[in-house]
DNA sequence: CTGTATCCTTAGGGATACTG
DNA sequence: CAGTATCCCTAAGGATACAG
């Protein structure tokens, strides 16, 4: 409804970026329907990480209304709702393998596989080709 | 002093990063860091999105504390204080990339430049190679 | 110029009860 | 199951004064 545009801090692209996954929380929803193939509410709340109902809830409606994610509702099963991510959504896939792969080379902690650092540089191939396409 | 390494919500290679760059400052000092040149205080405080005294000195403790830049004081010219990136802030490089090829791709009022687009794919491969020569 | 300190306001978030 | 609604608390953030 209220759409004024010029709500943000700046122009700049990473600002922009920041504008809408800048916060603990939405980085992880968006994980948990890239890799982790979760697409409910109740399953993205069983997350380690243990949002609360009404911070998810919040999450998604923002998530939705930046047009990263949507929403549908099957009629056969009794009210289980699905969401999935939209193509700007599924868009953020390189940004989260960048992501993962600074922090399995900066974490020790952090449970990657050592197989995926290897299968990296392939995927960043794909990558660039599936760009190259559709310039 | 403090150096509890469990203080985190999960081993998982997305909220590590989160835990370190997921608030809105952050990335924007490493942004000005990366692509701006700016390398004081005062310099950070100048940038289109205001960030006040108070927190950017906590941002930049906080980041020093996590290893992503270093400090440095120039004795010549009086107290004038000097941040930079570490090479574990400088491999933010190619997350930061991602995130503009993001925006500007989703973002019509970002201000970054046609050319950008071009180069990444060239950019990109040469991130390959530099990540396959030190595997 | 580089911060600290302080005050105050707002946003984020945890816990939990409750509803369609 | 998928949320809303509350309550309450803490962290984040803005403004600004001031100190080394």
């Known amino acids: 409804?209220?759409?004024e545009s010029t709500n943000?801090?700046?122009?700049?692209p990473i600002n922009f970026a920041l504008e809408t996954l800048g916060d603990k929380w939405t980085l992880l929803i968006i994980r948990d329907l890239m890799f982790k193939g979760k697409t409910s509410f109740g399953e993205f709340l069983q997350s380690q990480e243990k949002i609360s109902t009404n911070i998810l809830s919040a999450r998604l409606a923002k998530l939705e209304e930046h047009g990263l994610i949507g929403k549908s509702v099957a009629i056969d099963k009794r009210s289980k709702v699905f969401y999935s991510l939209t193509s700007k959504g599924k868009d953020l896939l390189p940004i989260m393998l960048e992501i993962t792969a600074w922090s399995a080379k900066h974490d020790s902690a952090t449970n990657t596989p050592k197989s995926f650092l290897k299968q990296f540089a392939a995927s960043k191939k794909d990558m660039i080709a599936m760009m190259s396409n559709e310039q």
């Open 1 to 3: 409804m209220k759409k």
């Open 8 to 12: 943000w801090r700046s122009n700049c």
